[in-house]
């Protein structure tokens, strides 16, 4: 016979066992997020990773993900159908092949009813459409321009290069004459998404209406064999005739990015998030306000054009929690949000109210933590007056086209190949593509 000490001990568990299962039900399911900024190695990183923690009002697990896009997309690709993570940061390119591989959610369903849709321009959630639908929810946004040292080519009265002829000499001479210093750099490792992008920088020169034309089915190859020959023969000389050091062959974004702030490099072609670095010393800072901002020089027989990327925001489409994700999406796209860590970064934010100077001003006024000069209107301005050359990417799977550019590039810059012979197998490689 059961005793009734034994019996009110099993009515205990039993209540405890059920107020444990309450509570943990009760709970609201963690979200995990990757988010490219809260992992890479920036002055900025610890400020906004703070931020989101303190004001999200969201269970959202610290464990943001791999750090740069290219092992964010491997990783994503091979464990999205598992519904991890729910939302994740990428590049237009990144969205186009996840939206392809069904990996993506539409953010349709929740966008007509989103009371700040009216902040983000047409043409920046256009990019991120694809046959009609929203699949991103634009979160920054920048043209590729070129970047010099100004104290550089005046004490040496040059001009800033206009076309690629001069930017092949300028950048030849400088790497002779300036001590310590060469005249510009081509991102140019392997699987490196920045390889791609400045390639097409130049490319859209020759056609602004961009490589393909996604509206037909496969999507139409816009580009020509002689197109292509005349863009890689662009990487040949600056190599060849010393604009660009062979050591530098295989270099990656970073070097690309801290090179020009530590001095190393007179010119390149990047966006505005370069600005953010200089708060990683004073060197970097005297760098920084030493540069000036202009097109990327244009082909004799081109028109000025250059890479626009719109970066989105984006909801796995196997997530447990789509409307939690949402609430996810919002939080990490918000204008307080955006105004942090674009001011902290110098990336254009993509929210309207996020780039408005009183708005950037008054944050700076209450928090101690970024330097006045973070404001940088004038940097900021010196790409937007650009604004209007911008081409994005079409709304295709890019991940066999950017295979090929890279492997042309390097063809190329290796000497494995003549610009010709590379021209024709990557015109040949991309018109095969079914996209």
């Given at each position: 016979?059961?005793?009734?000490?034994?019996?009110?001990?099993?009515?205990?568990?039993?209540?405890?066992?059920?107020?444990?299962?309450?509570?943990?039900?009760?709970?609201?399911?963690?979200?995990?997020?990757?988010?490219?900024?809260?992992?890479?190695?920036?002055?900025?990183?610890?400020?906004?990773?703070?931020?989101?923690?303190?004001?999200?009002?969201?269970?959202?697990?610290?464990?943001?993900?791999?750090?740069?896009?290219?092992?964010?997309?491997?990783?994503?690709?091979?464990?999205?159908?598992?519904?991890?993570?729910?939302v994740v940061e990428g590049t237009p390119?990144?969205?186009?092949?996840?939206?392809?591989?069904?990996?993506?959610?539409?953010?349709?369903?929740?966008?007509?009813?989103?009371?700040?849709?009216?902040?983000?321009?047409?043409?920046?959630?256009?990019?991120?459409?694809?046959?009609?639908?929203?699949?991103?929810?634009?979160?920054?946004?920048?043209?590729?321009?070129?970047?010099?040292?100004?104290?550089?080519?005046?004490?040496?009265?040059?001009?800033?290069?206009?076309?690629?002829?001069?930017?092949?000499?300028?950048?030849?001479?400088?790497?002779?004459?300036?001590?310590?210093?060469?005249?510009?750099?081509?991102?140019?490792?392997?699987?490196?998404?920045?390889?791609?992008?400045?390639?097409?920088?130049?490319?859209?020169?020759?056609?602004?209406?961009?490589?393909?034309?996604?509206?037909?089915?496969?999507?139409?190859?816009?580009?020509?064999?002689?197109?292509?020959?005349?863009?890689?023969?662009?990487?040949?000389?600056?190599?060849?005739?010393?604009?660009?050091?062979?050591?530098?062959?295989?270099?990656?974004?970073?070097?690309?990015?801290?090179?020009?702030?530590?001095?190393?490099?007179?010119?390149?072609?990047?966006?505005?998030?370069?600005?953010?670095?200089?708060?990683?010393?004073?060197?970097?800072?005297?760098?920084?306000?030493?540069?000036?901002?202009?097109?990327?020089?244009?082909?004799?027989?081109?028109?000025?054009?250059?890479?626009?990327?719109?970066?989105?925001?984006?909801?796995?489409?196997?997530?447990?929690?789509?409307?939690?994700?949402?609430?996810?999406?919002?939080e990490v796209t918000s204008k307080d949000?955006?105004?942090?860590?674009?001011?902290?970064?110098?990336?254009?934010?993509?929210?309207?109210?996020?780039?408005?100077?009183?708005?950037?001003?008054?944050?700076?006024?209450?928090?101690?933590?970024?330097?006045?000069?973070?404001?940088?209107?004038?940097?900021?301005?010196?790409?937007?007056?650009?604004?209007?050359?911008?081409?994005?990417?079409?709304?295709?799977?890019?991940?066999?086209?950017?295979?090929?550019?890279?492997?042309?590039?390097?063809?190329?810059?290796?000497?494995?190949?003549?610009?010709?012979?590379?021209?024709?197998?990557?015109?040949?490689?991309?018109?095969?593509?079914?996209?």
């Amino acid at each position: 016979m059961i005793s009734g000490r034994k019996i009110m001990l099993s009515v205990l568990v039993l209540l405890m066992v059920f107020a444990f299962t309450a509570a943990v039900e009760a709970e609201e399911p963690e979200l995990n997020l990757w988010q490219h900024e809260f992992v890479i190695d920036w002055q900025g990183r610890e400020a906004v990773v703070e931020f989101f923690e303190e004001n999200t009002e969201l269970n959202v697990s610290d464990d943001y993900g791999p750090s740069g896009f290219d092992s964010i997309e491997e990783q994503f690709i091979v464990q999205a159908r598992t519904g991890y993570p729910d939302v994740v940061e990428g590049t237009p390119e990144q969205m186009f092949s996840y939206q392809e591989a069904g990996l993506l959610k539409s953010l349709d369903e929740f966008w007509q009813d989103y009371e700040d849709r009216d902040q983000y321009p047409d043409a920046l959630l256009e990019a991120l459409e694809i046959d009609g639908e929203l699949y991103g929810l634009p979160y920054s946004h920048n043209v590729r321009m070129l970047l010099y040292r100004e104290s550089v080519f005046e004490e040496h009265d040059l001009d800033v290069p206009e076309n690629w002829e001069e930017l092949v000499e300028t950048a030849a001479y400088i790497s002779e004459n300036v001590e310590d210093m060469q005249g510009f750099i081509f991102t140019s490792e392997a699987e490196e998404v920045r390889v791609m992008q400045e390639f097409l920088t130049f490319y859209y020169q020759l056609n602004n209406d961009g490589l393909f034309e996604a509206e037909s089915d496969p999507a139409e190859l816009l580009a020509t064999q002689d197109q292509l020959e005349e863009v890689l023969t662009l990487y040949y000389d600056m190599y060849t005739e010393g604009g660009v050091d062979m050591d530098e062959r295989g270099s990656d974004w970073m070097r690309t990015d801290y090179g020009y702030t530590g001095g190393d490099f007179a010119m390149v072609t990047v966006g505005p998030w370069v600005w953010g670095h200089r708060a990683d010393d004073e060197a970097a800072a005297e760098v920084l306000d030493d540069t000036g901002i202009t097109h990327p020089p244009v082909h004799e027989e081109g028109d000025p054009a250059t890479f626009m990327e719109v970066a989105p925001m984006m909801i796995n489409a196997h997530t447990d929690h789509p409307e939690l994700s949402w609430e996810l999406l919002q939080e990490v796209t918000s204008k307080d949000f955006q105004l942090l860590i674009n001011t902290l970064s110098g990336a254009q934010a993509a929210r309207e109210d996020a780039q408005e100077q009183e708005a950037i001003e008054q944050l700076i006024a209450e928090r101690d933590d970024i330097d006045e000069d973070m404001a940088g209107d004038w940097w900021l301005a010196g790409f937007s007056e650009y604004a209007d050359i911008g081409v994005a990417p079409a709304a295709i799977s890019w991940d066999r086209v950017e295979d090929y550019i890279i492997d042309s590039v390097q063809q190329v810059i290796y000497e494995q190949q003549t610009p010709a012979e590379a021209a024709e197998e990557l015109y040949f490689n991309l018109d095969e593509l079914e996209l």
